[in-house]
């Protein structure tokens, strides 16, 4: 049975750092890779970034290029996203995800099978 369990939420100031944690069990062949969206209230689920299991190939939405970094753990059941130079606008529940497609979850709204989310909030 697929587990998702997200850590590391939390407030930061802007311009600040956060290192969101998902640790995984119950993967299996049918998902391509593990991914972030987030969603703010009152706006659209967003794909934030997402990497391959197998290959290792990293996804970004245009709103976190160069800002943030995803990374996975040699035994490939833990994702990092590392947040850095966050803005007010980073505000959101992140969900850690499995998806079939992190090309989907990113461009396509595929936003796959998530966990239960965790809080960043970004303000001063």
């Known amino acids: 049975q697929l587990q998702l369990v997200e850590s590391g939420g939390g407030l930061v100031q802007p311009g600040g750092s956060l290192r969101l944690s998902c640790a995984a069990s119950?993967?299996?062949?049918?998902?391509?890779?593990i991914g972030w969206f987030r969603q703010a209230p009152g706006k659209e689920r967003e794909g934030v970034s997402c990497i391959s299991s197998t290959y290792g190939t990293t996804y970004y939405g245009d709103s976190v290029l160069g800002r943030f970094a995803i990374s996975m753990n040699n035994a490939k059941n833990t994702v990092y996203l590392q947040m850095n130079s966050l803005k007010v606008d980073d505000t959101a529940v992140y969900y850690c995800t499995a998806v079939q497609s992190c090309y989907g979850l990113i461009h396509g709204g595929e936003f796959g099978s998530w966990g239960q989310g965790t809080q960043v909030t970004v303000s001063s």
């Open positions: 119950g993967l299996t062949s049918d998902y391509y890779g």
